[in-house]
Every structure is written in C-alpha cells, then in structure tokens.
C-alpha cells in the first residue's frame, strides 16, 4: 500500500482511539423537530438550524414544487451564460428589500459567498481584520486573498482598536473589519454598534456574516444589525438560505451596490459555480413571504428560547449567556462531551458534542439549538435528559 494511504488510515485511527470520532447518522424523516434515524425513532431534534420550523411547511413545499413545474430542476449553467432566469432576479430583489440594502447577489452557498467575496473587492494594497471566531468560510475567504490581515480576540472592541490602528501606520488603502454576526459555537452576537463606530473613525468598511443572525434576531427577524439598529451602517451582507431561511441550500452576499456590481464580474464562485436551482428559488420567495407576514414565529422562537435556556440553568447545567437559541451547554472536556451526547440518545434526545477543532480545546460542548416549532413538551423532556445525564454523570 502507498505510503499516502498508510499515513491516512493511522490519522482516522488516531481520531478514533481519542474517542472523537465523528459518526454520520441517518434521518429517514423529513427535518423537524421530531424525526426518526434510521437507528431509532422519535427524537426530539435539538441540533438543527430549522430556528422557525420552515424547513418541512407545507407553503413552502408547494412553491418548491410550483417552481420545478414552471421553471424546471435546473439550468446546467452558471449565470453569466444562460443561467440567469426571472426568478432568480426576483429573489434578489426581495432579499433586497427584506435586509434594506442596495443590492443582493446569490451564491450557491454562503460559503462559496465567503469565498468569493475577498480576494474580489481587496488586494494586497488593503488589510482585513477579523475576528478570532469568525466562521472557517470567511478563514477559508481571506486565505484568498493577498491583503495585510490582522485578528482581533472574540468581540474584544479595545483589540479590534489596535488593530485598526496597526493596518492605518501601515498605510492600507481599504480596511476591511469582518466578523460572524452571530457566533455559531456560542450564540453569542456581535457588538455592532461599536464595530461600526470603529469603522467610522478608521475609515473602514464593515463586513458581516449573518447566517445565525437573519431569520432569528431583530425585530423583523433582519438579523444582527437590525437587533443592533445599524442596518444602514453596513457595507456588506452575507448570509444563507439553509438555516432560519428554510434550510435547503444557497447563500447571498447584500450590500452597497458599487460592491455587488464588482462581484458580479469578478467573483470567481459566482462565475465559475452552477446557479442556484429554481426549486431553492421558489421556496426561498415563499420563505420571506412567510417571515415577513407570520409574527407568530418570532414570537414562539423567542419564548421557547427562554424557556429551554432558563431551564438547562435550573438543573445546574452552565451555559452560554445570551438570547440566541443556539444554547452550549458546557461541559469542556471532549471526552464528557461526547458521552453526554451519546447518552441523550437513549433518552429520546438528539444533540451533538463539539470538540476541536471546531472549537477551542478545553471548551467541549453540547449545543443545542431552539425552533419555534419545538412544543414546550418536548423542550420539557430535553430539559429532563440533560438533568438525568448530569446527575449519572456526577457519580
């Protein structure tokens, strides 16, 4: 066997034998919050980003399937060519409307957003700072790209400071401060207000990815700068249609026109990626109809939020402050993590552990994630598991 191949199967062995394998399972249901795997039935989902429950509504699978009968199951194409139809400007121009920006262009997923946004609007002239947090995809986005970087610590506006002050002595022509809008491990939302007047002063644009953030937080469920009221104080959006969305596939960087306009020619994800399929268009539309129209959802997601984080801190679980349903329940060895998981299983509850490298080693967790569509019985049962697994747990 080549020596590639023995170096490969010893490093998937390593990761078994430190027990943080990561295993697969199948759902054999549609996604809700109650499913069935193809290991055992009725489970209550806690891991999901269906944050409203949209994922299986039945207006939005009727307008998937409107669309494949009017517009078909794809284009074979990439936009530029033959790949653009009706739809897809429309959905655009209520993306548009719905986050109150100039412009909106779609990607096949926000990762590849992240990826092509870079290196199309920044050179090796300007300088990007980012937080410490920020997703792997805008990590895997600057990497693209030539400019001066600079990290600041999680939310850390004093740190973020000086390094506005570092790439200004450098003379960088564009400063660019990324950073996740909601943080996906912790919940935990970015502190807008001061990153934008930070900007200001340093003449820097601001860049926020939003995927946790639209469809969850704010008063109209616009996402973190509307929770912040700085909507109009950012210069670029991205996002994704996979999460509160209606959790398919697809994502949208939405901005400032002059920068949609460039990415329009240059972006090489959006030019050299297939467009996005009618079916994701169609419901998509039917999804901002729905959140715009539906206050209802906001309303349970916010309750059932509360009342599973007030009752994960009752039985003595720490977690993560905060009003975002995405709750970590904190264990901070990988090992306990990944066994508590496993236990909440067998009490009919589905829940992942996250260990490094998706997060920082010694800060192992269980997150779990809220949906206005969870019933406060099967909150109260996932309530029930976690006190039963932390009381085994302490013997």
């Known amino acids: 066997m080549k020596t590639a191949y023995n170096h490969w199967m010893q490093t998937a062995e390593d990761i078994r034998a430190s027990g943080l394998w990561k295993t697969e399972r199948v759902i054999t249901t549609p996604q809700s919050p109650l499913i069935d795997t193809d290991k055992q039935p009725g489970l209550i989902n806690m891991c999901a980003n269906n944050y409203l429950g949209l994922a299986d509504h039945p ?81 895997d986005g600057v990497r693209l790209c030539k400019t001066a970087r600079f990290r600041y610590k999680n939310n850390n506006m004093a740190e973020l400071e000086k390094c506005l002050q570092e790439a200004q002595a450098q003379n960088a022509r564009i400063k660019a401060i990324v950073t996740d809008g909601v943080f996906s491990m912790d919940g935990t939302i970015a502190n807008l207000p001061v990153i934008c007047d930070l900007a200001e002063r340093y003449d820097a644009i601001v860049i926020v990815d939003d995927s946790h953030g639209v469809g969850v937080i704010g008063a109209g469920l616009r996402g973190t700068a509307e929770y912040h009221d700085c909507i109009n104080r ?106 508590m998981a496993e236990k909440l299983l067998v009490y009919g509850v589905y829940a992942v552990g996250f260990f490094f490298p998706v997060v920082p080693k010694g800060q192992a967790r269980v997150r779990c994630q809220v949906s206005a569509a969870h019933t406060r019985a099967q909150l109260d049962t996932a309530i029930a598991a976690f006190a039963k697994i932390n009381e085994e747990m302490a013997e």
């Not at 060519?81 to 096949?108: N, P, R, V």
């Not at 926000?110 to 947090?133: K, M, R, V």
């Not at 959790?247 to 050299?272: E, H, N, P, V, W």
């Open 59 to 139: 207006e939005v699978k009727a307008a998937a399937k409107a669309g494949i009968d009017r517009w078909g199951y794809g284009l074979s194409s990439v936009r530029f060519i033959c790949g653009t139809q009706e739809l897809h400007k429309e959905l655009e121009a209520k993306l548009s409307e719905f986050l109150q920006t100039d412009d909106t262009i779609l990607y096949s997923s926000c990762y590849d957003a992240n990826g092509g946004l870079f290196e199309t609007i920044l050179s090796a002239e300007d300088a990007i700072i980012s937080d410490e947090l920020n997703h792997a995809s805008i990590i």
């Open 234 to 339: 950012v210069d670029v959006f991205t996002g994704t249609l996979g999460k509160a969305l209606g959790g398919s596939s697809g994502g949208y960087t939405s901005g400032r026109k002059a920068i949609i306009d460039l990415l329009r020619q240059k972006s090489r994800t959006y030019l050299f990626s297939n467009t996005l399929s009618p079916i994701i268009a169609s419901g998509s539309l039917k999804v901002l109809e729905l959140i715009t129209h539906s206050p209802e959802l906001k309303i349970r997601l916010d309750e059932n939020t509360a009342y599973f984080r007030n009752g994960i801190k009752s039985i003595g679980l720490e977690i993560k402050e905060g009003v975002h349903p995405i709750v970590p329940v904190m264990c901070y060895d990988e090992r306990k993590a990944a066994l």
